[in-house]
């Protein structure tokens, strides 16, 4: 969805009939988030505050888990091999969401880690303004 489309979807009536700025901005930020990277040091003791990091070890040395290859992914981010983890790439969460389905890992812990993920991600007046008017200063906001 551009954010053309967004704007047109969230903004309906007199913001956008009135070409109120402020208001468009406040509307379409309302619950506006991205999920993006966990860093490692995070990652790490969320796993260690809830039991994660031992499930994690065991999956990991256990040659028949069906999330061995997951877990050991895992331990390779605890141990440096990468920074952070991107939740906001799709099969990073899928595989957040193996742990889930073997039960190795509740949903509401899977959601705690998905939260720290998760970020604002406001738009500024200066989008908008890009967004409803083209370069040749048209109204495109309906």
């Known amino acids: ?3 053309l489309e967004e704007i047109k979807s969230k903004c309906t009536g007199a913001p956008l009939a009135n070409y109120t700025l402020t208001a468009i901005v406040a509307t379409v930020n309302a619950n506006r ?3 993006g990277k966990v ?4 990652f790490a003791m969320w796993s260690a505050g809830n039991g994660m990091r031992a499930k994690i070890e065991d999956h990991a040395n256990d040659l028949h888990s069906p999330i061995r290859s ?3 992914a895992c331990r390779d ?3 440096g091999a990468a920074n952070s983890i991107d939740f906001g790439l799709a099969q990073n969460v899928a595989m957040l ?3 889930v389905a073997v039960g190795a890992l509740s949903q509401a812990d899977a959601d705690s880690l998905l939260a ?5 991600n406001p738009i500024t007046e200066f989008d908008v303004r890009c967004a409803l008017w083209d370069v040749h200063g048209n109204w495109l906001g309906g």
């Open 97 to 99: 969401q193996a742990w």
């Open 116 to 120: 720290l993920a998760t970020q604002p």
């Open 70 to 72: 997951i877990a050991l």
């Open 33 to 35: 988030i991205r999920v």
């Open 39 to 42: 860093e490692r040091a995070d």
């Open 77 to 79: 981010l605890i141990l």
């Open 1 to 3: 969805m551009t954010l």
